[in-house]
């Protein structure tokens, strides 16, 4: 039964440390998706990759947040300096895009709920 | 910077009875996709629909499509009170190359044991 894995589940930090989260997506997926879920927000899409490469950040903020692929098994979200108004449940999602214009469904993860003090 | 709005926000009805979500969407789109989200939990996928398509049917989920409305509906009929969650719609952009989903703010269904 295939699915994306997240770590960590549940992560309490201080404003200013340095926050890693973790997904490994389901094996054969070349597209990886990071979402942030707030009550005030919805879901916001955050970066995404295609085989790897980053596409789209356009929706991070840039000076504290990166996002990598440092091989295809792991996608990393990274937040250095934290701050509390980044507490939220972040999703990490991926999906198969075969044919130029047909996208299918994205897979999601249990996400990481996370929460700066 | 939705791309889908989901109406209504909260829907509370009893077992047995069927439940009608609807979204609006403002650009063309590539396809539709409805996620199903329990509380604490990830999405998961229940269907999708094509722009060139306009119904779907999956089990208890009926889906319909109107593009000329920019529009679609939900349904899911002979409600359980394991269908409680939140509902999203989630459209990708048709002249998008990116595969990205945006998605509404989503529908609160309860159903009522």
């Known amino acids: 039964d295939a699915r994306v894995t997240q770590t960590p589940r549940h992560k309490v930090t201080e404003m200013g440390q340095e926050v890693t989260m973790r997904c490994q997506p389901i094996l054969g997926h070349n597209t990886v998706f990071w979402y942030r879920q707030t009550m005030m927000q919805g879901l916001e899409l955050l970066a995404y990759?295609?085989?790897?490469?980053?596409?789209?950040d356009s929706g991070m903020p840039k000076d504290r947040f990166s996002a990598e692929m440092p091989d295809a098994t792991l996608a990393t979200l990274k937040i250095q300096p934290s701050e509390p108004r980044d507490s939220a449940v972040y999703f990490c999602?991926?999906?198969?895009?075969?044919?130029?214009?047909?996208?299918?469904?994205?897979?999601f993860g249990p996400g990481t709920r996370l929460t700066v003090l | 910077s939705q791309q889908g709005e989901e109406d209504p926000q909260a829907l509370s009805i009893q077992e047995g009875e069927n439940a009608t979500m609807n979204c609006s969407y403002k650009?063309?789109?590539?396809?539709l996709q409805w996620y199903r989200q329990n509380s604490g939990r990830g999405l998961v996928h229940l269907i999708l629909?094509?722009?060139?398509?306009r119904e779907k049917h999956s089990g208890r989920l009926r889906v319909t499509l109107d593009t000329s409305k920019k529009s679609s509906s939900l349904l899911i009929t002979a409600s359980r009170a394991a269908d409680t969650a939140s509902y999203f719609c989630a459209t990708v952009y048709g002249s998008s190359n990116t595969g990205k989903l945006i998605f509404g703010q989503g529908t609160t269904l309860q159903v009522k044991p």
């Open positions: 629909i094509r722009s060139n398509e």
């Open positions: 999602a991926s999906g198969l895009v075969q044919l130029a214009g047909t996208y299918n469904e994205q897979f």
């Open positions: 990759f295609r085989n790897r490469a980053p596409l789209d």
């Open positions: 650009t063309s789109i590539n396809n």
